[in-house]
């Protein structure tokens, strides 16, 4: 019995060993130096000088890293909730009964599986002041309801400071299916006992879904909200794409633009580092206040 | 009834106008592309813009060899899609049927790198790669694929559990080897999670952009992703069919191969969701 045990371990080591090596020399070592570089002054062409909390401090005095911030938090802030809005409210309208759910389901997915770079190429076109079709649109719109008095045009989106964060709200919001398809699978999985239930009782829709439906799925909801904030914390390729440098006026440069510039561009390694580390201390915090502020709010059926 | 349909209907029409936009815009003439009124379908369908983009060829721009960066995403896809599923199935098994000493730790020491961003460890992997003399090849891009990733470590895992260990027991007693346990007994029996890991890993390669930025540096050797990227820079602005018929081709293989999928697609989806 005893041979078997340790015949098991070794065979158990061996097997991990692809993640505990990769684990170790892809995780574990970039972890730790990046953790010393973010003390250090590092061009990459001398050896890193350790420089003591130098790099942090001098974040908190550098307007672009501000500005970054702030286009960041801007953009997650909107962004996260009106999805969250959006793809439930889609979730809820195709998990009623109704024939073609499938085809409808795909047509709101389709959206989220263009990549990245394509997806910036799009809407590099349809947000076009002058031929993009969203400014035609709003044009033709204006002409039929012409008892409004004016005009409407629609604004240059990617050259105004005021649109340019909108545009890109407009295309997350447009690539919400992933989280879409989450809440449909966790809407499938609210008992009917409960909602019929609710139905005896008398229960009005919006009563429905205030007070099964939603609870039912709060941990779902929480999972995805976290999940949408991580991603739009980091957005990066279709902003680096869309508005090179941040254009207009830096209105769209956001965190990990400035992060990958910063190492690429500037070859600041050991600044880069410490805006890796401020940046994965505010994810984390923004994930523990999620968890704490939904504490009483989600409701575990599994106990 | 009717209301939720109309609704439907409205929303699908929202929703899929930019996808249509683009395609009618891929197979019109330059000069009427962004003609006021839109023109919707073309009249003359221009299939020749596909070619055009394909060997895109201009004395400003030089020339953009979209059909290299094809061969080049897909050979990519290949090395990561077939690492990412043998190296995460082999971890998976150990950390869901072998005991081992220090089993448990590095399971959760193994969850708690999710946690990590990519721009965390984006310089000092940078600087590894440099060392090694790998930048400017394929090599940080896939390597790395064949040395797990927590994510798959751990759906797979789950997976894994499902399966009766009676099965394994029995194969045991007659004698097999764990690798033949693992690879007659247990694989076989987890196909369905195998072919969600290698969907959405072939998925995240093809639409990679920071790390082919990050790693390729010869024009020739750009991904899709990348070279798409490449092409609106230089021809952006001046010639929006050519762009979309590019855009529709790094799109359209995906779209493909989401409708083949479609079942796996959703069940992943929502596999990757009730983790939470």
């Known amino acids: 019995m005893k041979a078997r045990r340790s015949k098991e371990s070794i065979a158990g080591v061996l097997f991990a060993l692809p993640w505990l090596i990769g684990f170790t020399v892809f995780m574990l070592y970039p972890v730790c130096a990046s953790i010393y570089y973010s003390f250090c002054e590092y061009s990459v062409l001398k050896p890193p000088i350790y420089v003591g909390f130098e790099n942090y401090v001098d974040l908190f005095h550098d307007d672009i890293f501000r500005k970054s911030l702030w286009n960041t938090f801007f953009y997650v802030i909107i962004s996260v909730p009106l999805s969250t809005i959006i793809t439930i409210g889609l979730a809820l309208l195709l998990n009623a009964k109704i024939r073609g759910q499938a085809f409808y389901r795909t047509f709101f997915y389709l959206p989220s599986l263009v990549p990245q770079t394509a997806l910036a190429c799009l809407w590099l076109w349809v947000f076009n002041s002058e031929h993009g079709l969203l400014n035609m649109g709003l044009e033709k719109l204006s002409g039929h309801f012409w008892i409004f008095h004016w005009h409407i045009s629609g604004p240059p989106w990617l050259s105004d400071t005021t649109w340019s964060k909108p545009a890109l709200i407009f295309m997350a919001l447009w690539t919400g299916g992933n989280a879409m398809v989450i809440y449909l699978a966790g809407l499938q999985d609210v008992p009917v006992e409960l909602l019929e239930a609710s139905d005896l009782d008398g229960a009005s829709p919006s009563a429905k879904l205030r007070h099964v439906t939603i609870p039912m799925i709060s941990p779902v909801i929480l999972f995805n909200v976290i999940m949408a904030m991580i991603g739009a914390f980091q957005i990066f390729a279709v902003p680096y794409i869309m508005f090179p440098n941040g254009q207009p006026a830096q209105s769209t440069y956001f965190y990990v633009m400035y992060l990958f510039d910063t190492a690429i561009v500037y070859h600041k390694m050991g600044y880069a580092c410490a805006m890796g580390w401020i940046m994965f201390i505010l994810i984390f915090v923004m994930t523990l206040l999620s968890l704490k502020v939904s504490e009483k709010r989600v409701y575990y059926s599994g106990g | 009834m009717f209301l939720i349909h109309l609704v439907l209907v409205v929303l699908s029409i929202i929703f899929l106008t930019p996808l249509v936009w683009m395609i009618s815009t891929s197979l019109k003439e330059e000069s009427i592309a962004a003609k006021t009124p839109p023109i919707w379908i073309p009249p003359h369908f221009e299939w020749h813009n596909y070619w055009d983009a394909f060997t895109y060829n201009s004395q400003k721009l030089g020339y953009i060899p979209f059909l290299v960066y094809g061969r080049n995403t897909i050979l990519l896809c290949i090395l990561v899609v077939a690492g990412t599923v043998i190296s995460n199935s082999v971890v998976a098994y150990s950390f869901a049927r072998l005991k081992w000493p220090g089993r448990d730790i590095a399971f959760a020491v193994t969850l708690a790198t999710m946690m990590v961003p990519f721009p965390v460890v984006m310089v000092p992997l940078f600087g590894l790669f440099r060392d090694l003399g790998w930048v400017g090849t394929y090599r940080p891009l896939w390597v790395p694929a064949w040395f797990g990733a927590a994510f798959n470590i751990f759906l797979l895992r789950q997976f894994f559990r499902t399966i009766p260990s009676e099965l394994s027991e029995a194969a045991r007693i007659d004698g097999c080897s764990e690798w ?24 995240a390669t093809w639409n990679d952009f920071i790390g082919p930025l990050l790693y390729l ?49 959703i069940q992943g989806i929502a596999l990757s969701g009730i983790k939470g």
Request: aromatic share 16%.
């Open chain 2, 217 to 265: 540096l010869n024009q020739q050797s750009f991904t899709l992703s990348q070279g798409l990227q490449f092409y609106q820079s230089q021809a952006g602005g001046t010639s929006w069919s050519l762009l979309m018929a590019a855009s529709t081709i790094v799109i359209a293989p995906i779209i493909i191969l989401f409708f083949f999928t479609q079942r796996l697609f």
């Open chain 2, 180 to 203: 033949q346990i693992f690879k007659d007994v247990v694989l076989p029996l987890a196909k369905p999670a195998l072919a969600v890991v290698a969907l959405f890993s072939f998925l």
